[in-house]
């Protein structure tokens, strides 16, 4: 579906959202508004969709007119988006770099907004070394591999990391470690020296000795997580009604949230797999309200992959993004 398409028909559903709530009496005439299609969710046991479980336990989707959305939560990236290609699922918590792939294979998606990574702060990556290993800085992880998850947003973090810190790109060694808890099971027994990981494993690591050497919350904002969809799915009727209402849904769970994240700090353990030697320490993110990503923030994942050569067919800003008017 071209994006033009997509970009006219959730402007057509905004408008006559406002022109029902603008409308002075009975007898004034407004398009007839098409009710939202069942969603199915796919997701990753990460903290980035927490408004959205709160969403649904609080009733939220009911209340916006999403009388039927699911949840499903995949324990690998791959899973979720083979359920994608199979129509199994409609939307998807992801990143750029899956959204960009997804596009170039034939699988074309809208990235609807950010979910974490508006700020640097949000969504928190860090490299850090095994305990008693000495390495106390990111120089001194030149020529020394990285665990990492090759071709992927953990990866893209990497190296932006490594390149704030100034050490050449030629130095930067990676080994591929693609199951963040083997990751960070290996780094803590001291099978890897030093580890990229993701949040909450991030902190449980540092709890349990290990040394933060650098995160992405200062310096450029360099990862976002996103909430993409099928662009067939939006083709359908029913299909933008859908995305429109869920983004509402999402500010009403993000306002929920960030009013008192430590309510949720139960529902974190229970869908995010939040450690319990954590469980009451854990900073919860403050999360954005619906949002697209920036051009800056996609062509910059895009000229990495390029580089990379994950990327051979040209995807631009413009494939990717809703861009509203």
Known sequence: MHRRIITAACALALATVSLAACAPDETAEAPVPQEPAPLVIGTLPTEDMLPLWVAEERGVFAELGLD????????????????????????????????????????????????????PAEGRFGIVSAPESGYNDLAALAGVPIGTSMNTIQEYVVDGLMRQAGVDAADVVKEDVAKVPVRFDLLMQGQLRAAALPEPLLTLAEAQGATLLADDTTGENISQTILGFSDVYLAESGGVEAMVALLAAWDAGVEIVNEDPDVWRDLLVEQARLPEPVRDTYVINVYPKAQIPTAEQVDAVLTWMSEKGILRNGVTYEDLVLLTP
């Open 68 to 119: 039927s959305v699911e949840i499903v939560t995949f324990q690998a990236a791959q899973e979720r988006d083979i359920a994608l290609v199979a129509g199994e699922i409609d939307a998807f918590m992801g990143d750029i770099i899956a959204a960009a792939q997804l596009e170039a294979a034939g699988t074309p998606v809208t990235i609807a907004t950010v979910m974490l990574g508006s700020t």
